[in-house]
């Protein structure tokens, strides 16, 4: 059974930044395709980025420049640093293992964290 556990997640000023951790279990991150999405209230869960094992990343456009996604093969670990902050950055952020088709739907994810709460104040 494949569990993902986020962390890293609190409330920061705008301009701030914060390292989101994305820990995982029963599923070898090294060779797995893994996403970062995002979900504001009242909102829809929105793509942030996505780390194939082998080739480029691909980041939103609204985050790209300011988030950059990292791996720590020896602690099975996934990261997602944030810099430069904004209050629409507001979130819950989740990590997810990709499963296959488009890399942005969620549909094509198979394996999700509970999320980690991200607050940007003005």
């Known amino acids: 059974q494949v569990q993902l556990v986020e962390s890293g997640g609190g409330l920061v000023q705008a301009g701030a930044s914060l390292r989101l951790s994305c820990a995982a279990s029963?599923?070898?991150?090294?060779?797995?395709?893994m996403g970062w999405f995002r979900q504001a209230p009242g909102k829809e869960r929105e793509f942030v980025g996505y780390?194939?094992?082998?080739?480029?990343?691909t980041y939103a456009d609204s985050v790209k420049g300011r988030f950059t996604i990292s791996r720590d093969n020896a602690k099975n670990t996934m990261y997602l640093q944030m810099n430069s902050l904004k209050p629409e950055d507001t979130a819950t952020y989740y990590c997810?293992?990709?499963?296959?088709?488009?890399?942005?739907?969620?549909?094509?994810?198979?394996?999700w964290g509970q999320g980690t709460q991200v607050t940007v104040s003005s």
């Open positions: 780390t194939p094992w082998i080739g480029p990343d």
């Open positions: 997810a293992t990709h499963n296959r088709g488009t890399v942005y739907g969620t549909g094509s994810y198979n394996y």
């Open positions: 029963g599923r070898t991150l090294s060779t797995t395709n």
